[in-house]
């Protein structure tokens, strides 16, 4: 161990003193590596006490080098907590000159508005890993909006907002946080928020499931390469009408293998497999782990009467039955898994275990017409995937979290603690009322009752101790009324 070291730092100083043979070019400054900002969890969204990739935009130096990276966020208890400290070699940020790098790693957010401080440190190699030394430079990335909680309202939606410089504040750990993956929506924005509902509903701002729409290669190159940088993201659909979109997630192992343990320790995987079923089922590989069975082929339906007579809609897909419309599905052999919806002998929806996880495939492209059109796409989803609506209940506590100004997870799970969900709240007036009346009862009402009967005051042994017993019966049946045993 001591050789290695010695000899790790032999050639870090044989490299130094190279460097500091270099002279620069005459008339020109030399400038080390800036920190031009970061991306946090998936287009801007993330969740609070859940591990969450991080993307450090850095500009290299003049002269070619390397950092250690690291994140600091401060914890429940305002302590500062630091993330990639000590990293393997092939954990360091190199650069070979003044372009831009990119450099993924991960972090844990405690508090919803805690923001984010990257450093770049040199490297300090110590029993064949490296340590953060001296530091290189550093900057703070705020929270936009730091008054306001992460959801729909006051904030720019979500795929809209790519900006390193600034980061929104995070989900409660709660919320429902759901990937789209592919050029449209499948409709899982009308799966939560219907606008029947809401009309008279509406989403607590801490409760708002969040739907992240990734339609950008880019982002999609941004996907964890490690299956608990999804800890935070309790559902990914996957739509395959435009296969050149997947290209990043495909031609990356890491990625795709990252996302398969995900699905695997537990996770819910979504495959929208309309067109360009065969198309995928032909490259083999990846894919064919995650399919129920084996493509043989695709069909052209003129009707939609099996995702209709699921989802109960009264309204039909629109356009089908005409000759230059159809809906294209694939055709399966060898199934396993339990076929959910049928439309004669053709599966349509198939769900499998996948590991301690699971895949549900779904015959048709959601995102693209007749099934785009169809105004019922959502409440086929939501009674497939079983997705939450909101209550009334949630409605009226839903606010609690905001109101008593708990901004961190220890925060969060003590006032979670004090909800009990079913169980109606009595307010204070209607106790209070019937304080008063019992007093009333047992005092000036019991003095008027005996003098009417005659004068004979010293019932009041037997009538105050019967408007006791019956006022805690009263009290203690109401009790079982209310909220049972």
């Not at 996880?357 to 492209?365: A, F, L, Q, R, T």
Request: glycine content about 14%.
């Amino acid at each position: 161990m001591l050789l290695l070291g010695l000899s790790s730092s032999a050639v870090l100083a044989q490299q130094a003193a190279g460097e500091a043979g270099r002279q620069p070019e005459p008339g020109r400054l030399t400038s080390g590596p800036e920190i031009l900002g970061v991306h946090v969890g998936w287009a801007g969204r993330y969740k609070v006490g859940f591990w969450t990739p991080v993307e450090v935009v850095v500009r290299g130096g003049d002269r070619p080098g390397q950092a250690v990276v690291v994140l600091q966020t401060p914890d429940s208890e305002g302590n500062r907590a630091c993330f990639g400290a000590w990293v393997r070699p092939e954990g360091l940020l190199r650069w070979s000159g003044p372009e831009r790098v990119r450099y993924a790693t991960y972090a844990l957010f405690t508090q919803t508005e805690s923001g984010l401080t990257v450093a770049l440190h040199e490297p300090v190699a110590e029993g064949g890993q490296f340590r953060a030394g001296r530091r290189l430079t550093e900057r703070r990335i705020p929270v936009l909006g730091a008054s306001v909680q992460g959801g729909p309202q006051g904030l720019p939606e979500a795929g809209d907002f790519n900006s390193p410089e600034q980061m929104f504040p995070a989900l409660s750990a709660t919320q429902l946080l759901l990937l789209s993956i592919g050029p449209a929506s499948v409709g899982l924005e009308e799966a939560l928020r219907p606008v029947e509902v809401l009309g008279s509903l509406q989403w607590p701002k801490d409760r708002a499931p969040v739907v992240v729409q990734l339609s950008d290669p880019e982002w999609l190159g941004r996907l964890p390469g490690e299956c608990y940088g999804y800890e935070g993201v309790d559902l990914i659909t996957i739509s395959t009408s435009q296969p050149d979109l997947l290209r990043p997630l495909e031609d990356d192992p890491k990625r795709w293998a990252a996302l398969e343990e995900w699905v695997g320790q537990g996770g819910k995987l979504v495959l929208f497999l309309g067109a360009q079923a065969e198309r995928l089922a032909g490259q083999g590989g990846e894919w064919i782990r995650l399919l129920p069975g084996r493509v043989v082929g695709s069909a052209s339906l003129r009707s939609a009467a099996g995702y209709e007579m699921y989802a109960d809609s009264t309204r039909p897909v629109p356009g089908l039955g005409r000759p230059e419309t159809s809906l294209q599905v694939p055709r399966w052999e060898h199934l396993e898994g339990q076929v959910e919806v049928w439309q004669g002998d053709l599966p349509l929806v198939v769900r499998r275990p996948y590991g301690l996880g699971e895949v549900v495939v779904i015959g048709g492209d959601f995102d693209r017409p007749p099934l785009a059109q169809w105004p019922d796409r959502g409440r086929f989803l939501r009674k497939l995937l079983a997705l939450p609506l909101p209550k009334g209940e949630e409605g009226r506590e839903g606010s609690a979290l905001m109101h008593t100004g708990y901004r961190d997870l220890s925060g969060q799970l003590r006032s979670s603690l004090d909800q009990f969900a079913g169980l109606p709240m009595i307010s204070f007036w209607p106790v209070a009322g019937l304080g008063v009346l019992y007093l009333l009862l047992i005092g000036p009402g019991d003095y008027f009752l005996l003098r009417k009967l005659g004068g004979r005051m010293h019932w009041t042994w037997w009538t105050f101790s019967t408007l006791v017993v019956l006022t805690a019966g009263a009290a203690y049946g109401l009790n079982l009324y209310l909220k049972g045993r």
